[in-house]
């Protein structure tokens, strides 16, 4: 139906940026909202970012200002720039999206395999 592939995961220092981005492939009829979650060791998975595909953005208050989601809706790709990460971003970023496959009338909720972005102190 739908696959959502990751991609920009990495190791970078307290400070850097990586840019993540996941596409959405398949036999898509309609991609909804698309966003981002993370899963840090022992924790529980958090959004972190969402976007419709009007473009209306919401974040978590921890990334405020220094995250941002953006998305290519002729590609079903969608972005996440990271700047000014800290240790606290480690984690395990998985990619969402509330698509429609084509044959169906309703939609449900796709995620991708997961990029680990460790950033070191």
């Known amino acids: 139906q739908v696959q959502l592939v990751e991609s920009g995961g990495g190791l970078v220092q307290a400070g850097g940026s990586l840019r993540l981005s996941c596409a959405a492939s398949?036999?898509?009829?309609?991609?909804?909202?698309m966003g981002w979650y993370r899963q840090a060791p022992g924790k529980q998975r958090e959004l972190v970012a969402g976007i419709t595909n009007g473009g209306n953005t919401n974040y978590a208050d921890s990334v405020k200002g220094r995250f941002t989601i953006s998305r290519d809706n002729a590609k079903n790709t969608v972005y996440l720039q990271m700047r000014s990460l800290k240790p606290e971003d480690t984690a395990v970023y998985y990619c969402?999206?509330?698509?429609?496959?084509?044959?169906?009338?309703?939609?449900?909720?796709?995620w991708g395999q997961g990029t680990q972005v460790t950033v070191s102190s």
């Open positions: 969402n999206a509330d698509a429609i496959p084509h044959g169906y009338f309703s939609a449900r909720a796709y």
């Open positions: 398949g036999s898509i009829f309609k991609v909804n909202t």
